[in-house]
């Protein structure tokens, strides 16, 4: 069956009255972004649905990436029709035919917005379902709960014949929310805290600490690749490496070591804060889950957020760590995350971090070291790079010899 389009619910989005436009045209955007990499593919945002015609473009791999553009609710591979009965018959006895096996049941159900067209509703799904019979006397009808529902959607511009509604992802186009700054370390929390907050409609970007050289270059590449798995549902994300050495090195000399970890952090945020006011951020989001380590509990959480007045979102912290590793593999970072290279979050650690730090004691500590000049010299070497879906950013090698060790 060669399918001439694919038609796109939008769910969710369709709540949005008088904004809705706006959230359909970025939904637009970011769905023509997604598709890139298919030329051929061109992408039409109505208000009631989006309609990508494929132009002989093959349309597994189209269907196969729409999947991960949020805002999309549902789609279906759809079949154009002249307004000819004769031809809705023929084509749908060969789409039942590609897709029945012994024992489905099916439905025909119509929608006729072109009221002038001759057959009433009852009689296409009458009609068409005699053809379905006739040619496949075998198949049993099911108007209740069948295994295949054949749509025929007649309008003005001909008639649109699909059998398969593929689930989307929800949510909100990225970008309908503002700009996020994601922390992303290289582990399981924060690609996913991330991934939840695009779905909810947040232009992401990444900032990533790096630590060379007690952190490898295969460990920036890692956070790179994850970026890439996230930037398949908008077609490219940025990604903002900062360098951390000498911040880590001078709190490890300077600070008592239960307070290493609640410094760093600190220092973290007020790199990003800034990074977010330089680039029209409105929101920090990290991964971090209540509890899960000792940077993780609410003292902790305070002890650090003191250093901004900044909003600090974290999508997952009420999640425990099964249900974010379930997330991960269904959006396909687990893999990449478990590979064993080190960021700066575990290096350096000590043996026994405060997990409930003084908060008058983290402000004294914190005099220890020249907050101003560190900062300023991690700003003046911070690198931006676009980062986008299906490139390599690890050498395969590395990544295999070290998974060895």
């Known amino acids: ?73 549902s789609f279906s591979p759809v079949v154009q029709l002249p ?14 035919q ?16 072109d ?33 295949i529902e054949l749509l025929v959607d007649v309008r003005n511009n001909g008639i649109f014949l699909s059998s398969l509604t593929i689930k989307g992802a929800g949510g909100f186009p990225v970008g309908t929310a503002g700009k996020g700054i994601m922390m992303l370390s290289g582990g399981i929390d924060s690609p996913v805290a991330a991934y939840l ?35 398949q549902s908008v077609g490219a994300i940025k990604f903002i490496q900062i360098p951390f050495t000498e911040i880590q090195e001078t709190i490890k000399e300077k600070v008592p070591e239960g307070y290493l970890m609640t410094i ?41 957020n003191d250093v901004t007045t900044m909003p600090i979102i974290r999508p997952v912290v009420s999640m425990d760590k099964t249900e974010i590793i379930k997330v991960a593999e269904e959006i396909g970072t687990f893999d990449l995350s478990i590979m064993p290279f080190e960021d700066c979050c575990t290096i350096f650690a000590p043996p026994s971090p405060k997990t409930r730090p003084n908060l008058e004691k983290t402000r004294q500590f914190e005099k220890l070291i020249d907050v101003d000049g560190l900062i300023e010299r991690a700003l003046a070497a911070v690198e931006i790079s676009t980062i986008r879906p299906g490139e390599d950013y690890m050498n395969p090698e590395e990544a295999v010899f070290a998974e060895l060790l």
């Not at 009221?115 to 005699?130: L, W």
């Not at 952190?215 to 798995?229: S, Y």
């Not at 990003?272 to 920090?284: D, E, M, P, T, W």
């Open 264 to 304: 760093q952090r600190r220092m973290m945020l007020r790199l990003s804060v800034l990074i977010a006011q330089k680039r029209n951020g409105l929101a920090i989001f990290n991964g971090e889950a209540l509890g899960q380590v000792a940077s993780q509990t609410m003292e902790s959480m305070m002890a650090i």
């Open 1 to 73: 069956m060669q399918y001439t389009e694919i038609m796109v619910r939008y769910g969710e989005l369709s709540t949005k009255g008088k904004n809705i436009k706006d959230f359909i045209n970025q939904l637009g955007g970011n769905t023509t972004k997604a598709l890139h990499d298919f030329p051929d593919v061109r992408v039409h945002p109505k208000r009631d649905r989006m309609h990508i015609t494929l132009n002989g473009t093959e349309p597994k791999p189209v269907l196969e990436r729409l999947k991960l553009v949020f805002g999309i609710q």
């Open 83 to 96: 307004k000819d009965i004769e031809a809705v018959y023929a084509a749908a006895v060969e789409m039942m």
């Open 115 to 147: 009221k002038e067209f001759p057959m009433d509703t009852n009689a296409v799904n009458r009609e068409v379902g005699g053809a379905v019979i006739t040619a496949l006397p075998d198949i049993k009808v099911d108007v209740k709960n069948p295994d």
């Open 197 to 231: 907050g695009m779905k909810r409609g947040v232009d992401m970007e990444m900032i990533h600490f790096f630590s060379p050289p007690y952190t490898t270059q295969q460990a920036l590449a890692k956070a790179k690749q994850l970026t890439a798995v996230l930037a």
């Open 98 to 113: 590609e897709i029945y096996q012994a024992g489905m049941t099916f439905k025909v159900q119509t929608k006729r917005a």
